[in-house]
């Protein structure tokens, strides 16, 4: 019994809940925070948007198809942010040897750095991803059919599994790099800038960063492109939208294996 | 023979450190072999840097050794730390385990949530911290308000939450003003006493040694340089300890006292400082010998400094 | 004779009023000289960070040349005066200008002021809020070095960019950076860091200008290529004066003549919040006296 699910989630769940009390403590804050997030969410569909009102078609996909696009994308990473965001913070967490203090605890680290925090303002930045991505799936034309539901449902999974894959692997790069954090900024907040364009406006050395080392393409663009019934670019097969979920296991070897580098680094004494 | 709550042998720890474009690497703990009883309550001293905290985080997992062997409570600690952090509780006197903005309560109601105490352990133990460390004034303060007295004592009992068979304090009384001091000691001392816990501690203050521990490592770049008791420990050095008295009547210094040396009057002579060697004299002698010369109102003996033991041993040393 | 020696006098006191003046000056002037080249330095000290700054500022300048270049051929090849020449000239030096021009919000005066540090501040004689926007200035000129001038040059080489026509782009242009940088500084001054006199928690404010100011600046996208009605409503703020200015001036976007105009804005800006700052940090000030730290 001491093994239930419920028992070994206890640790996890009590920081948890304790964090979302928290910050739901300070009204005022909370509202402020909720605002802001939402109109970073707005911002970048405008960056999108001021580009359309000047042409009606860019790599092939006008306006209400990118809004699918962009949908898909912002919604799975603003829920990736809210609940794996705050691995931006170890290198703080490094310099203060708060990372130490998880040493001394019963639980494996990754686990504990996940689930030290969850920044609930980000639900309001999903929101805006959320209603992007139902205002796409109503104004497009879409042959609906089970197999288009199965891919929307795939397609957010993955997607969020990938952008949560890479705060993994941007925290296990951060034990090697402490004051250079930026540089995996350019991939983590990079890979979610290029993952609401329409990939197929990118050159070919773009593709091989963030079409497939870090497969951001997979988590809107290809997808999307399935469900509207629009070829895909570079030749690559109709069906590669469905290809999501290995996109994802693949985000996630590398992030596993970054994660247990740094921690290797960190205990061969890099602290 | 009992198993032993800490066993290292032959322990070592290099650092590969960058000295302008150059690499090179720095023995942070050389060849350190001990070996710590269950129950026993040990000072572990030296100098900034002597290697104090890289034992510490070799002894907790947070490090790999890069030779030798480590083994606490019986476990390996980084193949076993998850095991091993169930038995083992540290304080570190700059890094906090608490959620700042939270109330010191929920803090250790999250804390028995990670140790998966059971509702009625919990309750039990966190009664018996609270009324010990005399925390319910502050229970519902949220940590970053807490004075930095009423702050050591949550975080002790943060890392006793779990009643940790072996518990490490790195600086455990730094910053903190006599009484709040004294409240620690008191509270180490009866929870070894009541549960039997294994102490090892760094410090930098005389009086948690004293008042703590009944045996002494000290540490010198990354070598033990002595183990054994205090009083050991002074006679080794031959550091001196003061006698301060306080007469009745002025007069002149009190010079050619056997065994003694003096090092100053205040006050025109109605103070004077004079120093002794404890192997020499003993301080009932020192005080016989004053009485001759004058009435003695008051005295105080100081104990000598630990820095000042742990430069005698280096120095002897090198 | 006698009035005439008065005269002299008075002329002479007069001459060493203004010499003093001329002195206090020269002093006032080199102690902010030394603010700026302490910034200038301590920013030295993060070499690393810039890189990955570089990093970061190239992997995205790479993803805008992609979607803006298709902008602009979806267009036509011209796009509100862009060609793709002139958009890469766009694109690599605003995100050149990305580790100078403070479009993040954060000011290392903020939390000193949040936590009533700053009373120790107004003990020297300094002005707070000039040495503080120096301070900043100075370590924005030195991230040009490891990240401004590189991210041009990456971008020159590795996409080629448009030149502007007339050398003296180069020197407006120069000045309009610093202008640019000091704008930023100052508005950040404004906005997040002197609120705190009041307000125990300024992050949100941080976090609203970082949303605001990239946008409006002109970041993403050219604010010439927004709807009239948002360009309009971009121009009625300090952001597109730290960066978008300069950039059309050092591309060459615009002329001469324009870019004269383009620098007198960004003088009125730089005045308007400097002078709404200063307003801000004296009644700060007087708000910490009374209520005693």
């Known amino acids: 019994m001491a093994d239930s699910l419920g028992a070994r989630t206890r640790p996890y769940r009590a920081v948890l809940a304790s964090r979302a009390r928290s910050q739901r403590s300070y009204r005022a804050s909370f509202a402020v925070d909720l605002a802001s997030s939402m109109l970073v969410g707005v911002i970048e569909l405008a960056e999108i948007w001021v580009l359309f009102h000047n042409v009606v078609e860019l790599g092939g996909l006008e306006f209400s198809q990118i809004l699918l696009v962009f949908g898909l994308a912002d919604l799975c990473f603003s829920l990736a942010d809210m609940t794996f965001g705050h691995c931006d913070n170890l290198p703080t967490y490094l310099r203060a040897g708060t990372l130490d203090v998880f040493y001394l605890r019963p639980q494996p680290l990754l686990l504990q750095l996940v689930t030290s925090d969850i920044s609930l303002r980000r639900l309001a930045r999903a929101a805006v991803g959320a209603v992007a991505l139902v205002v796409g799936l109503t104004v497009n034309d879409i042959a609906w059919s089970p197999a288009h539901v199965l891919l929307l449902l795939v397609a957010i999974v993955s997607g969020y599994a990938m952008f949560a894959g890479m705060f993994v692997w941007a925290g296990g790069a951060q034990f090697f790099l402490v004051e250079g954090a930026e540089t995996t900024n350019a991939f983590v907040y990079g890979g979610r800038y290029a993952a609401t364009q329409p990939a197929s406006v990118w050159n070919r050395p773009l593709w091989a960063v963030f079409g497939f080392f870090f497969p951001m393409a997979f988590t809107g663009?290809?997808?999307?492109?399935?469900?509207?019934?629009?070829?895909?670019?570079?030749?690559?097969?109709?069906?590669?939208?469905?290809?999501?979920?290995?996109?994802?296991?693949?985000?996630?070897?590398?992030?596993?294996?970054?994660?247990?580098?740094?921690?290797?680094?960190?205990?061969?004494?890099?602290? | 023979?009992?198993?032993?709550?800490?066993?290292?042998?032959?322990?070592?720890?290099?650092?590969?450190?960058?000295?302008?474009?150059?690499?090179?690497?720095?023995?942070?703990?050389?060849?350190?072999?001990?070996?710590?009883?269950?129950?026993?309550?040990?000072?572990?001293?030296?100098?900034?840097?002597?290697?104090?905290?890289?034992?510490?985080?070799?002894?907790?997992?947070?490090?790999?050794?890069?030779?030798?062997?480590?083994?606490?409570?019986?476990?390996?600690?980084?193949?076993?730390?998850?095991?091993?952090?169930?038995?083992?509780?540290?304080?570190?006197?700059?890094?906090?385990?608490?959620?700042?903005?939270?109330?010191?309560?929920?803090?250790?109601?999250?804390?028995?949530?990670?140790?998966?105490?059971?509702?009625?352990?919990?309750?039990?133990?966190?009664?018996?911290?609270?009324?010990?460390?005399?925390?319910?004034?502050?229970?519902?303060?949220?940590?970053?308000?807490?004075?930095?007295?009423q702050r050591m004592r949550a975080e002790m009992a943060a890392a006793l939450l779990h009643s940790p068979r072996l518990v490490i304090l790195d600086e455990p009384t730094i910053g903190l003003d006599v009484l709040s001091k004294q409240r620690l000691r008191e509270f180490l001392v009866a929870e070894r006493r009541t549960h039997?816990?294994?102490?090892?501690?760094?410090?930098?203050?005389?009086?948690?040694?004293?008042?703590?521990?009944?045996r002494i490592l000290v540490i010198d770049r990354g070598r033990l340089a002595y183990d054994g008791d205090l009083p050991g420990l002074s006679r080794t050095v031959g550091a001196e300890r003061v006698l301060v008295v306080d007469l009745a009547e002025s007069i002149e210094d009190l010079t050619g006292i056997p065994g003694t040396r003096h090092l100053g009057s205040e006050g025109h002579g109605l103070r004077q400082r004079l120093a002794f060697d404890a192997e020499a004299t003993t301080a009932a002698r020192v005080l016989a010998s004053v009485s001759e010369r004058a009435e003695v109102l008051d005295l105080t003996v100081e104990e000598p400094d630990i820095e000042d033991v742990v430069r005698r041993i280096y120095a002897a040393r090198r | 004779m006698k009035a005439s020696f008065g005269r002299t006098g008075r002329n002479l006191a007069r001459g060493a009023g203004r010499l003093r003046l001329l002195f206090l000056m020269r002093g006032t002037i080199r102690v902010y000289w030394r603010i700026l080249v302490a910034g200038f330095r301590r920013q030295s000290a993060y070499l690393l960070a810039a890189f990955g700054g570089l990093v970061a500022n190239t992997t995205f300048g790479l993803l805008k040349v992609a979607i803006l270049f298709a902008t602009v051929r979806a267009a036509g090849g011209?796009?509100?005066?862009?060609?793709?020449?002139?958009?890469?000239?766009?694109?690599?030096?605003?995100?050149?200008?990305?580790?100078?021009?403070?479009?993040?919000?954060?000011?290392?005066?903020?939390?000193?002021?949040?936590?009533?540090?700053v009373a120790v501040d107004f003990l020297r004689p300094l002005d707070v809020q000039a040495a503080a926007i120096t301070t900043e200035v100075g370590k924005s000129l030195f991230n040009l070095i490891p990240r401004g001038i590189p991210s041009v040059l990456i971008g020159g080489l590795v996409v080629g960019m448009a030149l502007p026509d007339h050398p003296a782009s180069y020197l407006l242009g120069a000045v309009s950076i610093l202008l640019g940088i000091a704008i930023s500084a100052a508005t950040v001054y404004l906005v997040v860091a002197a609120p705190g006199f009041w307000l125990v928690e300024t992050r949100g404010l941080q976090i609203l200008y970082m949303v605001v100011s990239g946008f409006l600046a002109g970041l993403f996208v050219p604010i010439w290529i927004f709807p009239k009605w948002l360009e309009m409503l971009a121009q009625a703020t300090p952001f597109p004066s730290m960066m978008m200015y300069p950039?059309?001036?050092?591309?060459?976007?615009?002329?001469?003549?324009?870019?004269?105009?383009?620098?007198?804005?960004?003088?009125?800006?730089?005045?308007?919040?400097?002078?709404?700052?200063?307003?801000?940090?004296?009644?700060?000030?007087?708000h910490l006296e009374v209520q005693g730290g």
Not at chain 2, 94 to 101: A, M
Not at chain 2, 136 to 145: D, K, M, N, Y
Not at chain 2, 196 to 214: N, S
């Open chain 3, 78 to 117: 011209e796009l509100q005066g862009y060609d793709v020449a002139l958009m890469s000239t766009y694109i690599w030096v605003s995100q050149g200008l990305l580790g100078s021009v403070n479009l993040f919000g954060r000011i290392d005066i903020a939390d000193r002021i949040k936590d009533g540090d």
């Open chain 2, 1 to 149: 023979m009992t198993e032993p709550i800490i066993e290292t042998t032959g322990l070592t720890r290099e650092f590969k450190v960058r000295d302008g474009l150059k690499r090179r690497t720095v023995l942070a703990v050389d060849d350190l072999t001990l070996r710590i009883e269950p129950g026993e309550a040990v000072g572990y001293i030296g100098a900034n840097g002597a290697g104090k905290s890289t034992t510490i985080k070799m002894l907790t997992g947070i490090l790999v050794p890069t030779q030798g062997s480590v083994t606490t409570c019986g476990l390996r600690p980084v193949q076993d730390r998850r095991r091993l952090a169930r038995q083992v509780g540290v304080v570190f006197g700059q890094r906090s385990q608490l959620w700042w903005d939270l109330p010191v309560r929920e803090s250790f109601r999250i804390l028995a949530a990670i140790h998966d105490l059971s509702a009625a352990a919990e309750k039990e133990r966190t009664d018996e911290l609270v009324e010990r460390l005399e925390m319910a004034e502050f229970l519902g303060t949220p940590v970053r308000q807490l004075s930095l007295g």
């Open chain 3, 247 to 286: 950039v059309d001036i050092i591309s060459g976007r615009v002329d001469v003549t324009e870019s004269l105009v383009l620098l007198a804005v960004q003088l009125a800006w730089l005045a308007g919040v400097g002078a709404l700052g200063q307003v801000l940090t004296r009644a700060g000030r007087r």
């Open chain 2, 196 to 214: 039997g816990t294994t102490l090892l501690l760094t410090t930098h203050d005389m009086g948690d040694v004293e008042r703590l521990c009944d």
């Open chain 1, 221 to 271: 663009f290809l997808p999307a492109l399935w469900l509207l019934g629009v070829e895909a670019p570079l030749g690559l097969p109709d069906w590669v939208g469905w290809c999501a979920p290995v996109a994802a296991a693949w985000t996630w070897v590398m992030a596993l294996v970054s994660w247990r580098l740094g921690v290797r680094h960190y205990q061969g004494g890099g602290g």
